[in-house]
């Protein structure tokens, strides 16, 4: 299978053949260069200028098994979220190609993670780290399958300007969201207080004066917040009220105007957008109704097609992990 990116200048690609699949696709800075990046996250919508992904493996039911195995919580998400383990990988790199030139096309740059093998969920590389203004925080997930990730981005660590360490309790990057002010915190499956705990010290050690927001659910089986909760545009959020408990959901309705989406936008991922800029969002094709609201306020919603991806339950913000946002 080949996949192209289209009006690229040839010294400007890299070629390989991945998984049996062979991909072109746009040389970046952790394949050619060792420059520093100069870590900056003010926010989840300021423009985006790096950001980190990494191609999709095969699902190798062995491996999840001899890395950490079955456990609660995951049978909680399993049971709650109906996913489905077994996505054609190959599609889901075609549409992360898509996605990854719409991103180049707008003038951001693409990071590549490199591949562990055996590893289904490295394609989401939001959860093992996430950066606050200017620190890049290596993440600290529960499960030991999804620890093995981080090797895939030992590149990126030796790079950022910044780096800090969470090293007690458990706390992925698809809990963490970023607004102007505060870092709301979703305390899901694979969050604990623990993990909030050492990220409140950590900042605080580093001097970063952010209110840090936990965030609490109605029920079990939520895998991270940014699947009933997310910021498209400043000021607004995506959000399925039945998720949280009442104090959780009145603090969000008291700091955004919150956009409702339904049960079955909730299930199809259409809360996990992401902001390219201010102004500018890529969503699901199948989200017009919410597409047209944020038109309504000025947002430029760009859809396209990212089913295959979100058959695990994660979308376009669960597989980017921003550098610099300006």
């Given at each position: 299978?080949?996949?192209?990116?289209?009006?690229?200048?040839?010294?400007?690609?890299?070629?390989c053949n991945y998984r049996g699949a062979h991909i072109v696709f746009i040389k970046t800075m952790n394949q050619t260069d060792n420059n520093t990046i100069n870590i900056h996250i003010p926010s989840e919508t300021a423009t985006l200028k790096i950001v980190v992904t990494c191609f999709a493996n095969p699902i190798v039911l062995r491996s999840i098994l001899q890395n950490g195995g079955i456990d609660i919580p995951l049978l909680h998400q399993l049971w709650y979220n109906k996913f489905n383990f077994f996505y054609d990988y190959k599609k889901v790199i075609a549409q992360?190609?898509?996605?990854?030139?719409?991103?180049?096309?707008?003038?951001?740059?693409?990071?590549?993670?490199e591949p562990v093998i055996g590893c289904a969920t490295q394609h989401y590389t939001r959860d093992i780290g996430f950066a606050i203004d200017h620190i890049f925080f290596r993440a600290n997930p529960r499960r030991p399958y999804r620890q093995r990730e981080l090797a895939g981005i030992k590149n990126i660590f030796t790079r950022v300007s910044n780096l800090?360490?969470?090293?007690?309790?458990?706390?992925e990057g698809g809990d963490v969201i970023v607004d102007e002010k505060n870092i709301i915190v979703g305390l899901s499956e694979?969050?604990?207080?623990?993990?909030?705990?050492?990220?409140?010290?950590?900042?605080a050690e580093l001097g970063i004066a952010r209110e840090v927001v936990p965030i609490e659910f109605s029920h079990r089986?939520?895998?991270?917040?940014?699947?009933?909760?997310?910021i498209p545009a400043q000021g607004l959020g995506f959000i399925h009220p039945k998720s949280f408990k009442p104090a959780s959901l009145k603090w969000l309705e008291n700091n955004f105007d919150l956009i409702e989406a339904t049960d079955q936008e909730t299930r199809q991922?259409?809360?996990?957008?992401?902001?390219?800029?201010?102004?500018?969002?890529?969503?699901?094709?199948?989200?017009?109704?919410?597409?047209?609201?944020?038109?309504?306020?000025?947002i430029e919603p760009v859809l396209i097609d990212y089913s295959e991806v979100t058959k695990l339950p994660g979308s376009f913000r669960c597989t980017t992990l921003p550098l610099v946002r300006c």
């Open positions: 299978m080949l996949f192209t990116l289209k009006n690229t200048k040839s010294e400007n690609l890299h070629s992360q190609l898509a996605f990854i030139e719409l991103m180049q096309s707008n003038g951001i740059e693409v990071l590549h993670a800090a360490t969470l090293d007690s309790g458990s706390i694979e969050t604990n207080r623990s993990g909030i705990n050492c990220l409140c010290d950590k900042l089986g939520i895998i991270h917040l940014d699947t009933k909760f997310n991922l259409e809360i996990n957008t992401f902001a390219l800029s201010p102004k500018k969002v890529v969503m699901r094709e199948s989200s017009e109704r919410l597409a047209s609201i944020l038109a309504g306020k000025g």
